[in-house]
């Protein structure tokens, strides 16, 4: 290295591809053989390399006569592309010189930054870190691979190899000693994984792990590489093991006080992508949108996941279950856990967002490439804090848009360690949990090499293909899979050469199953999020199989068509690219139209029974089904309204009713409308009882006018008690929320002589004669329904009315009892309308207790969820109740703003029997919403403060 700046700049990057920078801009060294000669002066670290040295390594074998001549050409183009640097390649006596600052050699900089981070390390644990996570980025890929076949620069790639090892060992040694060990997990994982008998990783990961709060995950790993090592050399590990398990099991390798708990680790490991996962991190740092596109089954979804998880706190949405454009919003805020209650669940989604940065995940658009689009379009230009990582099979098209394609894990070369591919690799470890035993012979080995060569590195191609091991030794693997491949070789011309071999892949194992279970294969393809046993059993029992269902079920788990998971419920879902597969069999079939017959009766027949089962006791358990089996009722729904099947589409949206009036699955009440709307409706037996069912919807969407009409046109409609029925307890809440409590009593008293003492109607018109102020008639008509009431939302609902009882009597204590008990029924039965509105009740009794600032903290929590879910309707009776409040503490400025706003809102109910939106001209001037918000907001917090 010389001693002071040698202007221009000039910087040489070998630590990934060979990069040459003159000034900071890069130059375009093109050819093999001129590349050597820059790498090669460069590794020499401003040394003088002869011209021998450099012949004997461009030519090994025999150097032509014109070797020298060739080298100097290079040297002198070289000068060439180094431009107004051209002076820093210097000739010397016997050979040349590159003259290199020690910050214009990457690799160069590293060593001086790992030296300068171990010897400030145990002062400023943090800069080190600091300088050691710099020092390690400096790593941008597989260095030098284009020239390893010159041997100086091989030996130098394998001593960059180690300098790397022990850069992330002290990277993740420092990021634990500076208390951001979370930062590291997923490099510290990657680390151990590469070479799992390496000690100094595996206990650097254990003290991550415990670290970050994972002190059992920290002991299974230290057990699984003590067994291991023994296992494969009979060795014991050293000392530093059992001393470091002491220090975990005592506490003292705990984590930092307020860490958060990081990811639980995947089941299988990820083998051969560290450098796509590593360069994915780079990119979503400088980049808002990152598309990783490739072929199906290459591994997008694996390594999109491992992203996340090692981002720590990223929300991932998975989008194949997702059949329906207009499903996207709710299948997102699903994935963040958002619970959007009225209005645009878009903006819902956005709002959250807005607030809160970081990575959103969204993985399989390709077959709504449309609808994903424009969603990410949306958050794209409203949420500047979020990236977001998507995975298709094709770019999205967006301007912001990075597309990154994954290609196949890597083969093995002809000269290397078969083992070593990660495409091997891979093979090797599936194979041996079908197939415990010995490793295996260099003889194997080169078959398992034949095998991936093959299948063109595909992963899941390579997973499927281990899978058979149960079945065929590998020597009859390769062979069958040889002659298979080869019957099923070319496919269409349009696609894409490895998509055809594992499609080839996937038909070699479709082929090798019974035609018993080829039918239940294809059968189970068209559910978009898998099934639980029971439905999978029914659904064999149908086909009236040969075989006895569960074993060709358990065939299809053994020969990875179908995935097992026992997380919860049992569920058997497919791979995607497999249910893809299995679609594409049931048309050639013949099977499509009796598989959407099938599937309709299915959702027609689950529907049912939710709506059965959410009258009864069992309201908690039909409660989770519905939630369980969204996606699957979302795709039957949009095949019966594509296929014309109104008659099954009326009869899942009238068995669904309670989820449209009491739970925040607002696309059901979607359903509702669109098919109320639907022209044909008038021919359906449902006609009267869907109208009713998308008049409740529209009432909580705060549209009271469409919902009153809605009710009125299908009473007229109406032949039968059920739709009367669900007509009448629309109108009467719509009737609530105008105020007219006359009206009220008169429809729900006479939905309850349809239905009995067991739904709601008592308990609605004991609402409105409690507001009305006649408390004794609306006890006895809550008694009534209290008595009659079997569901846990039933049983709550009167709660919540003698809560609201008690509350008009000015009963504090009762008040609040009841609001409470209301509240906790109503969460186990998952009814979160009921829970909102309770909530809102026991507020106002807590604030009329004195109980301020229990009460202004609650009303903020409300607020905030009601706004983010764009439930209108009930934020405005939440933010009356904070004005009543604001002017018992004295603050009657924000009071009488918010009660102005609420006076001109048309989907505000009614006050004491007058309806909001027609007011006298208000004292104070009308803010909108946005502004009323604010208002609130601020007013909260300034009297939290108070004294």
């Not at 040459?20 to 790498?39: E, I, N, T």
């Not at 100086?152 to 992330?168: D, N």
């Not at 009869?651 to 059901?668: H, K, S, T």
């Not at 204590?813 to 009814?831: F, K």
Request: aromatic fraction near 4%.
């Amino acid at each position: 290295m010389t001693v002071g700046r040698l202007p221009p700049s000039v910087r040489v990057e070998v630590l990934g591809p060979l990069r040459l920078l003159v000034d900071g801009v890069a130059v375009d060294v093109a050819g093999p053989k001129r590349r050597a000669v820059l790498a090669l002066l460069a590794l020499a670290e401003g040394r003088t390399v002869t011209v021998d040295h450099l012949v004997d390594a461009l030519w090994p074998s025999e150097v032509p006569e014109s070797g020298r001549q060739a080298l100097h050409n290079h040297v002198s183009r070289l000068r060439g592309h180094l431009g107004p640097a051209a002076a820093r390649l210097e000739t010397r006596q016997d050979g040349y010189r590159l003259a290199l600052e020690r910050d214009e050699l990457d690799v160069a900089q590293a060593r001086a930054s790992l030296a300068e981070a171990r010897a400030t390390a145990s002062r400023d644990p943090a800069g080190a870190f600091s300088l050691l996570r710099e020092a390690h980025g400096l790593w941008r890929g597989p260095v030098l691979a284009d020239l390893t076949d010159i041997v100086p620069i091989a030996t130098a790639v394998e001593e960059y190899a180690q300098l790397r090892r022990e850069m992330t060992d002290a990277l993740i040694a420092g990021a634990v000693a500076a208390g951001q060990a979370e930062e590291i997990l997923g490099l510290a994982a990657a680390s151990s994984v590469a070479d799992p008998l390496r000690e100094p990783a595996v206990l650097l990961l254990m003290r991550a792990l415990a670290a970050t709060g994972q002190a059992p995950e920290a002991l299974r790993i230290g057990r699984e590489y003590r067994r291991r090592l023994v296992d494969e050399t009979g060795l014991d590990p050293s000392a530093a093991l059992g001393e470091l398990e002491r220090d975990i099991v005592g506490g003292a390798a705990g984590p930092a006080a307020g860490r958060p708990e990081v990811p639980a680790r995947p089941t299988t490991r990820l083998i051969g992508r560290e450098s796509q996962v590593s360069a994915l991190h780079g990119l979503l740092a400088a980049e808002r949108l990152v598309t990783l596109v490739g072929p199906g089954g290459v591994g997008k979804t694996r390594v999109a996941l491992e992203v996340a998880r090692q981002k720590g706190t990223a929300t991932v949405l998975l989008a194949a279950p997702v059949t329906d454009p207009a499903a996207i919003p709710h299948a997102l805020a699903a994935a963040l856990n958002l619970k959007v209650d009225h209005g645009d669940v878009l903006s819902a989604c956005v709002a959250l967002l807005a607030d809160h940065p970081g990575l959103l995940v969204i993985d399989n658009c390709e077959h709504l490439l449309d609808g994903f689009r424009d969603t990410v379009d949306v958050i794209l230009s409203s949420c500047p804090g979020i990236s977001m990582l998507a995975t298709s099979r094709e770019p999205l098209g967006l301007a912001a848009e990075h597309v990154s394609r994954l290609a196949p894990l890597p083969l093995p070369h002809p000269d290397q360690d078969p083992s070593l591919a990660p495409s091997v690799a891979l093979f090797l470890d599936r194979a041996r949990r079908v197939r415990p035993g010995p490793p295996p012979t260099p003889e194997a080995l080169r078959t398992v090499a034949d095998i991936v060569k093959r299948l063109d590195g595909m992963p899941l191609a390579i997973e499927l293909a281990a899978g058979r091991l149960s079945t065929f030794s590998l020597a009859d693997l390769r062979g069958r899979l040889d002659r298979s491949l080869d019957l099923l070789g070319g496919g269409t011309p349009s696609v894409d050469a490895r998509h055809r071999t594992l499609r080839a892949t996937i038909e070699w194992s479709y082929r090798l199953l019974t035609e018993d279970e080829r039918r239940l294969f294809r059968q189970l393809s068209v559910f978009a999020d898998g099934v639980d046993l029971d439905t999978a059993e029914r659904l064999a029992d149908g086909l009236g199989l040969a075989s006895d269902p569960g074993s060709a079920l358990a065939r299809l788990v053994d020969a990875s068509m179908i995935e097992a998971s026992f997380e919860g419920a049992t569920r058997y879902r497919m791979l995607e690219t497999l249910r893809a597969f299995g679609l594409d069999r049931l048309t050639a079939a013949g099977e499509d139209r009796t598989a959407a017959e099938r599937m309709l009766r299915w959702a027609v027949e689950l529907s049912t029974w939710i709506g059965d089962a959410m009258a009864t006791e069992r309201e908690p358990e039909a409660d989770a089904v519905l939630r369980r089996e969204l996606p699957n009722l979302r795709a039957a729904w949009r095949l019966a309204r594509n296929q014309g099947a109104l008659d099954d589409a009326a009869a899942m949206v009238v068995a669904l009713y309670n989820a449209v009036a009491y739970r925040d699955l607002i696309e059901i009440r979607d359903w509702a409308e669109e098919l109320a709307d639907d022209p044909a409706l008038d021919a359906c037996p449902h006609a009267s009882a869907v109208l009713g069912t998308a008049a409740e919807a529209a009432y909580h969407r705060g549209d009271f006018h469409k919902a009153d009409r809605l009710a009125r046109t299908g009473l007229e409609k109406a032949t039968g008690d059920a739709g009367s029925w669900h007509c009448l307890s629309a109108l009467s809440v719509t009737d609530l929320a105008r105020g007219a409590y006359d009206d009220v009593v008169e429809h729900s008293l006479a939905a309850a002589v349809l239905a009995g003492p067991q739904r709601e109607n008592l308990g609605i018109a004991a609402l409105a004669r409690a507001y009305a102020g006649d408390l004794d008639a609306a006890r006895r008509l809550n008694d009534r329904g209290r008595t009659g009431a079997v569901s846990p939302s039933m049983i709550s609902f009167c709660a919540y009315v003698a809560g609201e009882i008690e509350s008009r009597a000015d009963n504090g204590e009762p008040a609040e009892r009841h609001y409470v008990r209301a509240i906790d029924l109503a969460r186990t039965s998952g009814a979160t309308f009921l829970v909102g509105v309770a909530t809102v009740g026991l507020l106002s009794v807590r604030a009329g207790a004195g109980r301020v600032h229990e009460a202004l903290g609650g009303y903020r929590d409300v607020i905030e969820y009601f706004a983010r879910s764009g439930n209108w309707t009930h934020l405005w009776v939440t933010l009356r109740n904070l004005a009543d409040l604001l002017r018992a503490l004295g603050d009657d400025e924000p009071a009488a703003l918010i009660d102005a706003a609420a006076a001109q809102a048309p989907d505000a109910p009614a006050v004491d029997g007058r309806r909001s939106g027609t007011p006298a001209a208000p004292a104070a001037p009308v803010l909108g919403r946005v502004a009323v918000l604010e208002v609130a907001r601020q007013a909260i917090a300034r009297n939290l403060t108070r004294p």
